[in-house]
């Protein structure tokens, strides 16, 4: 399943965070199908939020701690394993909609799709 993007054009922003929308939720989908919805209800939203913090904040952390050459900050956004630096600012987000879905009581209803 994929996130269906408007017609908003890319060069506005709409466009450009109906993109970003898309892929975060596209992700989202892809960990869900791989993970499914135990881990996170183990975890309960103090677990979503620590694991947000600690794992995501400092990837993120990490990748901005880059050196300063001829002026200008270089970041590191090498990819860890499977875990891209983008991947870690989408994971971010996704998180903090999945504590939404949690604190609401909507967390663990089933993938539309298999």
Not at 4 to 20: C, S, V, W
Not at 96 to 105: S, T
Request: charged share 25%; glycine share 8%; net charge negative.
């Amino acid at each position: 399943m994929t996130y269906n993007t408007t017609a908003f054009p890319t060069d506005t922003f709409e466009g450009t965070f109906d993109e970003l929308f898309a892929e975060a939720f596209d992700l989202l989908v892809e960990r869900q199908r791989k993970y499914g919805p135990e881990n996170i209800r183990q975890l309960g939203l103090f677990g979503v939020f620590s694991r947000m913090a600690s794992d995501k904040i400092e990837r993120i952390r990490r990748g901005m701690n880059g050196t300063i050459a001829h002026g200008i900050i270089d970041i590191d956004t090498t990819d860890f394993g499977d875990e891209s630096f983008d991947d870690a600012l989408i994971d971010i987000a996704n998180y903090a909609l999945i504590m939404l879905a949690l604190k609401r009581g909507l967390w663990g209803r089933p993938l539309a799709s298999t």
